[in-house]
Nanobody
Framework: VQLQASGGGLVQPGESLRLSCATS????????IAWFRQAPGKEREWVSC?????????????NYADSVKGRFTVSEDDAKNTVSLQMNSLEPEDTAVYYC?????????????????????WGQGTLVTVSS
């Protein structure tokens, strides 16, 4: 199993950026996929997760951190084995190294209601800098 994040760069506040996570060695539908970020000097922070357990029997469920809700959108391209993170209306506070992660348990990982880092597999990060 491998994941590789890419697409980071330097953008100005208000601009958009699209990150990609290329995956191999597993079927996307069978793994929960999460995005995390880590700003300089701060702990790694959960951004989003795609839960593959289909609690309604039909759809995957995507969850977002409050700080990015309405601005960030996650999508998957099964044919390309790629997960994308579309980031709009970027703010300086979004500056961080962004990581994608996968877990074979299919569900997003929480403990005590808070997202946790215990995903099976991680990609290397890609740096996003939002600055004028």
């Amino acid at each position: 199993v491998q994941l590789q994040a890419s697409g980071g760069g330097l953008v100005q506040p208000g601009e958009s950026l699209r990150l990609s996570c290329a995956t191999s060695g597993f079927t996307l539908d069978d793994y929960a996929i999460a995005w995390f970020r880590q700003a300089p000097g701060k702990e790694r922070e959960w951004v989003s997760c795609i839960d593959k357990t289909k609690l309604d029997g039909i759809n995957f469920k995507v969850n977002y951190a409050d700080s990015v809700k309405g601005r960030f959108t996650v999508s998957e391209d099964d044919a390309k084995n790629t997960v994308s993170l579309q980031m709009n209306s970027l703010e300086p506070e979004d500056t961080a190294v962004y990581y994608c992660a996968a877990d074979s348990r299919q569900y997003c990982l929480y403990y005590g209601g808070a997202p946790i880092l215990n995903y099976d597999y991680w990609g290397q990060g890609t740096l996003v800098t939002v600055s004028s």
